[in-house]
C-alpha cells in the first residue's frame, strides 16, 4: 500500500517536471493553415505536422475532416491544397496515423470561406459584356413617353475548374414608366429568381448569387425636374442576404434634359461589399 502511494507521487512529480520544462509524454499533431479567411475558390493550403517524433516514427497517412465529414481519397498526405468551393465558416480537423499505428488527432481550424467582393465581379470581362449588353438594351427602348430599368442576377460557379466562373441570370425589366406626363413617377425593377444551388459532396462546389444589377434610364423629358444619378433611395435598402449592389448610371452628379445619352455608363456599387448569406429557400 504504502509502496503504491509512493509510486504515484512520484509520478505525478516526474509529470510536473516534465510539463514545467514544456514536455509532452505523448505525439501530438498540429493542423496549420490560412488564419482566418478565404475567398471562394482560394486554397485551403493546410498543412500536418506532428510533435515530438521518436526515432523510426513517421506519418503514414492523414485523413482530413471538413464539418464532420471525411474527405476522400487521394487527400492522405500532410498537405492539403483543395480550392474553398462552398462559402460559410468550415470547422477542418485531421486524423494522422503514425508508422507505429498510433492515431492522432489535431485540434478544429475555423476556416471562414467569404464570397467574392463585388470590386472583383466588376473587373470580370463576362460580367462587363453582360452589364454592356443591358445598358445598350436600356438605351433602345427609352423614349420621352416610357423608361424602364433591366438588370439580372450574378452568380459565381464554383463547382468546376480552379477559379470562380462568374455567369449571369435572365435580362428582367422593371415597370415602364412615362416620367415625362408624371413627375412622381420613379422606375424601379425587382429582380427575382436569386436560388443558389449547391453540391452535398464534401469538396462539391456551387452556383451562389453574389450581386445584383440595374440600368438606369436617361432622362428624356423637356419639362420637369432632372434626377440625380447612382443608387436611388430604392436600392439602398439592405438585401436580406447582404447581396451587394451594382447600378450602371449616366456620369453625374444629376441629368436634365438634353444630357448626352451616348455617354459611356458609370458603375456605381451600394450594399454590402460581399454577399453574406447564401440564397436558400
Ligand atoms: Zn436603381
Known sequence: MLVGKVIKVACVLMFMVYNAFGYSSS????????????????????????????????????????????????????????PARKPGVRQIFARVT?????????????????????????????????????????????????????????????????????EYGELQNGITIDECA??????????????DMQSSLVLGGGRYTVASFHTHPPYLCSEGIGRLVGPSRG?????????PGIVYDFPGPRLDFGHEVSAN??????????TVFPVFQ
Open 27 to 82: 505525439h501530438g499533431a498540429t493542423l496549420i493553415g490560412p488564419a482566418g479567411s478565404l475567398t471562394l475558390m482560394e486554397r485551403y493550403n493546410l498543412n500536418v505536422s506532428i510533435d515530438n517524433v521518436s526515432s523510426g516514427d513517421s506519418i503514414s497517412s492523414v485523413e482530413y475532416f471538413i464539418d464532420g465529414r471525411a474527405i476522400p481519397s487521394p487527400h492522405n498526405g500532410t498537405s492539403f491544397n483543395e
Open 98 to 166: 503514425l508508422s507505429n499505428g498510433i492515431a492522432l488527432t489535431t485540434d478544429t481550424l475555423a476556416v471562414n470561406v467569404q464570397f467574392p467582393r463585388v470590386d472583383d465581379i466588376l473587373t470580370d470581362s463576362t460580367i462587363v459584356a453582360g452589364m454592356n449588353d443591358a445598358w445598350s438594351v436600356s438605351l433602345t427602348f427609352s423614349s420621352s413617353s416610357s423608361v424602364r430599368e433591366f438588370g439580372f442576377w450574378i452568380f459565381a460557379d464554383t463547382r468546376s475548374g480552379s477559379s470562380i466562373s462568374y
Open 182 to 195: 408624371d413627375f412622381n413617377s420613379v422606375a424601379s425593377i425587382n429582380l427575382t429568381g436569386a436560388q
Open 235 to 243: 436600392d439602398l435598402t439592405p438585401h436580406p442576404q447582404g447581396i
Open 265 to 274: 455608363p458609370v458603375a456605381t456599387t451600394w450594399g454590402n461589399r460581399r
